[in-house]
């Protein structure tokens, strides 16, 4: 097993995939994270919904031809070519990128519009390699241990950690305000 491990990892490092492991056969950690998520803004101010990535490795990651995938296989947003993304840097997708930009102008790098947008009660956020490897998914939910403040108050979901396991609802919490994208999170626990 060890072996076939290395053999892996030497094939990806070869197809420039540095700073990547497999992680049994849910993905492989290529040290990108889905960090933030807005999927249910509040009537009073609604950017739509938009997802950040967080680069939590010491490598320049391109993500070019890299796709994004809620819970239906068929609404995929694939990122442009040559998008880079930096050591400890955010790139926030966003949905409506109008709608966006009037409430976050000061955020940057962003991608979108979508052509999809994100279940109000339930979903997936997926992020594929350009090889259609998995490498993060988070099934978040409107109830407990989620935080349910998310769901239509105006806090976001944001990651306590980015080294914390995110598919786990007890590693997320509402943020403060309407979200941090682009930025560290308001609820950021410090090193873990």
């Given at each position: ?12 490092l ?16 290529a ?31 391109n ?25 400890d ?31 109000g ?34 806090p976001t ?36």
């Amino acid at each position: 097993m060890k072996q076939t491990l290395l053999i892996i990892t030497a094939l990806m490092l070869m197809l420039g995939c540095e700073d990547t492991q497999t992680e049994g056969s849910d993905g492989i950690d290529a040290g990108v994270v889905i960090n933030e998520i807005n999927y249910n803004s509040s009537d009073s101010y609604d950017p739509d919904d938009w997802v950040e990535i967080y680069n939590s490795s010491s490598n320049t990651m391109n993500l070019g031809s890299w796709l994004l995938k809620d819970e239906n296989d068929d609404h995929i947003f694939t990122i442009p070519s040559n998008t880079l993304l930096l050591p400890d840097q955010y790139l926030v997708f966003c949905t409506d990128t109008l709608k966006f930009t009037a409430l976050f102008p000061d955020v940057s790098p962003y991608y979108g519009d979508l052509g999809f947008g994100l279940g109000g009660g339930s979903d997936f956020v997926r992020l594929f390699d350009s090889n259609g490897l998995l490498v993060d998914m988070v099934e978040y939910d409107d109830a407990a241990p989620w935080p349910i403040l998310a769901d239509g108050s105006g806090p976001t979901l944001e990651l306590n950690h980015p080294s914390l396991d995110n598919t786990l609802g007890e590693n997320w919490s509402a943020s403060e305000g309407y979200g941090t994208p682009g930025a560290v999170n308001s609820i950021y626990t410090g090193d873990e």
